[in-house]
């Protein structure tokens, strides 16, 4: 895999971050969101200073849990209320662990309340706070839409490619799903590759 490609400005919160990222049975999902931030950055002139750091954090909380609480949103049997309770723990922890990491680094503190607010509710909120929060929860959920998000997915929550696929089509029409049609158009292009990955096996279309 090639390096990570980021200013150099993000290298050092990057290299803190590594060991308290992808906790979930999730390789690749810190790298991938990071990558969806900084081109949605760029499409949508959206500041990467808040958005890219926010990408980089956004679920290093999960680290701090459990690995039963980390995995309980992939039971079968799970409710919504315990579903919402450990989303809100992994973002209350990755506040914490974002808020040292970004002021380890000396990170310019003018950014800090932004960032943090971004990682507070980037998984609970219903509608969006700026251009920055939708770039960054964007990115989030376009890894789903990636083939290493998608078959990470269909592994966790073990269910058919058909089910999962027409699941993600759904949400590109959801309000409140996506904030820029940037990314409503990135995702079915991911869909569409995610077609071809199957064409062999499926007959959905
Ligand atoms: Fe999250
Ligand atoms: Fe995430």
Not at 145 to 163: I, P, Q
Not at 198 to 205: A, E, L
Request: charged letters at 35%; one cysteine or more.
């Amino acid at each position: 895999m090639l390096p990570l490609d980021i200013k150099e400005e993000f290298v050092k919160i990057w290299d803190m971050a590594l060991p308290y990222q992808d906790k979930r049975d999730d390789k690749g999902h810190a790298r991938i969101v990071t990558e969806y931030a900084i081109k949605l950055c760029s499409i949508e002139n959206a500041e990467d200073k808040i958005v890219v750091p926010a990408a980089i954090l956004h679920d290093i909380g999960w680290s701090q849990l459990s690995k039963k609480d980390r995995f309980v949103i992939f039971r079968p049997d799970k409710t919504p209320e315990m579903e919402y309770a450990v989303r809100i723990k992994h973002q209350d922890e990755g506040v914490k662990l974002a808020e040292k990491i970004l002021n380890k680094v000396g990170y310019p503190s003018i950014f800090l309340k932004s960032i943090l607010e971004i990682i507070s509710q980037h998984d609970t909120r219903k509608n969006f706070l700026s251009n920055e929060d939708g770039a960054m929860r964007d990115a989030d959920k376009l890894w789903r839409y990636t083939k290493v998000g998608f078959d990470a997915d269909l592994r966790s929550r073990e269910c058919s490619f058909e089910f999962y696929y027409k699941r993600l089509e759904d949400f590109i029409g959801k309000e409140n799903f996506f904030y820029f049609d940037s990314a409503r158009d990135i995702a079915m292009k991911e869909l569409m590759d995610r077609k071809e990955d199957c064409s062999d096996r499926i007959d959905i279309m």
